[in-house]
């Protein structure tokens, strides 16, 4: 246990957008000894953390976990998706004198939730957590046939991971035949599209719905709203995310309970009864239909770019926060978010997110922080020659606060059109319309 008041060194592992609004919020608390990260090549992370100097792999995992020992690293963050499948967080979770260390983020098991979308099925239904109906696939002649038969096209989800893309919202039966077949065929998402999920579509209203989980106690955050589609007016391919809200204004104080007893706590439940001890984020992407809320997918870290907004908000103190998470001891703390509302616009590179185009010239990102209640969080930048370039297909995810929404919204575009890149492109709806509408 690492209770108290001291000084804590944190270990940050990630090196986005997510991250960098992490390593801001780590950065405000008086616990923080050192913030060491293992991506300084992002400019927003190379300013508030101090660099590992051991190479970060899964395959060399036992060379971070002695970083962490020689640096007497009191909490390990990690921000993706990959390194929670990868083991990560057993791997750090243990300290070379056998005691154990605190690890924001779940184990390998507990990360399968989102590596592993057919594990993740089984798990709903075993919990009775409200879902659409779908079934697995391993086999492309059985998929083909079973899809053939529906009388509404349905949606084609890669099991695996595949940052946040691998999930085709076809409008007609032959779009979903191509779907199945560039996932299990063509491999366009890699491994993760050798087995694939076929679900029927949910009408309503998404939302995205997080929450801390320290192995039994369960936080709800407040609810924000991702905007996932590449175009406006919610057209276009599915992205990582292009802008998101918080909080959402799409769900109910009533609804948000229903959700965490039919959803959080059945779930943490049943992980608890497959002895999976899980400690971090259990993020749940909510349709709102008809006949109530029913999970379109979980994740087992922060939303990315819902992170933004909601660190942005966030008044009590990260690193004793995360550190109760990953202690066990959430009921504890005492959480507080701003009662002001923010808004993450993304700028994407030419070409996202099918081919984008990388090192080109980033300016004016001084400019739009000038405005008050504006933070530029940096996501596929790096430092070449002296210059911030463009580094991958989301940019720079331009966050701002603000009393209300549409003065939060006001100041976010305000500061956008302050940043310049070539080929640079987002969306003008964000928060004006209510996203993802049926998946």
Request: glycine content about 12%; proline content about 6%.
């Amino acid at each position: 246990m690492t209770t108290g008041s001291g000084k804590i060194n944190v270990l940050l592992i990630g090196g986005g957008g997510r991250e960098h609004a992490l390593a801001e919020a780590i950065s405000r608390s008086p616990r923080l000894g050192t913030l060491y990260v293992t991506h300084p090549s992002n400019p927003g992370l190379a300013k508030l953390g101090t660099p590992v100097d051991v190479p970060v792999s899964a395959r060399e995992l036992y060379r971070l976990g002695q970083f962490c020992d020689r640096k007497d690293i009191g909490l390990v963050v990690i921000g993706p998706e990959a390194p929670l499948a990868e083991g990560y967080a057993d791997v750090l979770g243990k300290r070379a004198d056998g005691t154990v260390r605190p690890v924001f983020g779940p184990g390998k098991r507990g990360a399968m939730l989102e590596a592993d979308k057919a594990f993740a099925k089984q798990m709903m239904r075993a919990a009775s957590v409200p879902t659409g109906d779908g079934r697995v696939f391993k086999d492309y002649d059985r998929a083909v046939e079973y899809y053939s038969t529906r009388e509404e096209p349905m949606v084609v989800k890669a099991a695996g991971l595949a940052k946040g893309k691998g999930v085709i919202v076809p409008e007609t039966m032959q779009e979903g035949l191509d779907a199945i077949k560039r996932m299990m065929k063509q491999l366009e998402f890699g491994d993760a599209g050798k087995t694939i999920v076929v679900e029927e579509r949910l009408q309503g209203t998404e939302v995205s719905v997080l929450a801390l989980v320290d192995g039994r106690n369960i936080l709800v955050l407040p609810p924000c709203q991702d905007h996932k589609r590449l175009g406006e007016g919610d057209t276009g391919p599915n992205t990582g995310g292009m802008g998101a809200f918080c909080p959402a204004d799409t769900v109910d104080d009533a609804t948000m309970r229903v959700i965490e007893t039919e959803v959080f706590v059945p779930m943490v439940d049943a992980m608890r009864r497959e002895e999976i001890e899980f400690r971090g984020v259990l993020y749940a992407g909510i349709m709102l239909t008809p006949g109530g809320p029913k999970v379109l997918e979980f994740n087992t870290r922060f939303g990315d770019p819902e992170c933004q907004p909601l660190m942005a908000r966030l008044e009590s103190d990260a690193v004793e926060l995360f550190l109760a998470t990953a202690e066990g001891r959430l009921d504890e703390v005492d959480v507080r978010f701003s009662e002001q509302t923010a808004v993450c616009v993304v700028l994407a590179s030419q070409g996202y997110p099918a081919s984008p185009k990388t090192g080109d010239a980033i300016t004016g990102i001084d400019k739009a922080e000038q405005i008050d209640g504006v933070r530029v969080f940096h996501a596929g930048t790096k430092i070449e020659n002296g210059e911030i370039v463009t580094a991958g297909g989301r940019v720079l995810g331009v966050t701002a606060v603000g009393p209300d929404f549409a003065t939060a919204r006001q100041l976010a575009y305000r500061a956008c059109e302050r940043i310049s890149f070539r080929g640079m492109h987002y969306r003008r709806d964000i928060g004006s319309t209510k996203p993802a509408a049926a998946r």
